[in-house]
């Protein structure tokens, strides 16, 4: 499969994940790289090329990686070197949605969780509420969270637990705001 970015664009050699499908796949968005810069790249399925998605163009070096749709397919998050932003899929101006992050997921219902710390985070889009759902703890031999993902209808999640030296996927509720980590 061809990902058509455009010429002298490479795909981002970064940490992170590099791509994301639309929910109702017909949208894929590509981390991508041209010299020392890092920018998101939309590809329409009907579309042989990419575009570059304005607003979302960093330094290669501030992690421009991890993108994700949210659930209508008409807004992207990605990392940034100052956090979680969003922005159109037709660009404009990123807003904040977290000011610290690494990987996240835009679900349902008006919730996005994030990964900050090794810890859990539920909040929303808007960057409002955020809190704490689930930490790292030793003693249950829990000793980080990572790469959650909303389920559809945004009352649960999957989330990768790191018990070293094994990790383990677990879905968990986000109703009650409180994940079990049973």
Known sequence: FDLGLPDSVTVL?????KLAISRDGT???IAGQRGARAALY??????PVA?????????????????????DG????FRTADGLKKVPIGGGIPQTVADSGHTGSWG???????IRGRALWLGT????????LARPDSA?????LSWPHVLPGGEYALITMDRSPNQSLIVDSLRLGVISLS
């Open 125 to 132: 889009p808007e960057g409002r509420d955020a809190r704490v």
């Open 108 to 114: 349902d219902l008006g919730k996005f969780v994030h």
């Open 51 to 71: 575009q570059l998605v304005r607003g979302t163009e960093v330094e290669r070096a501030a992690r421009g990686t991890s993108p994700g749709f949210d659930p």
């Open 140 to 144: 249950r031999r829990i000793f980080g």
């Open 42 to 47: 939309l590809r329409r399925m009907d579309e």
């Open 27 to 29: 949208k894929i968005v």
């Open 13 to 17: 050699g970064a940490s992170g994940t």
């Open 74 to 77: 008409e807004w992207l998050f």
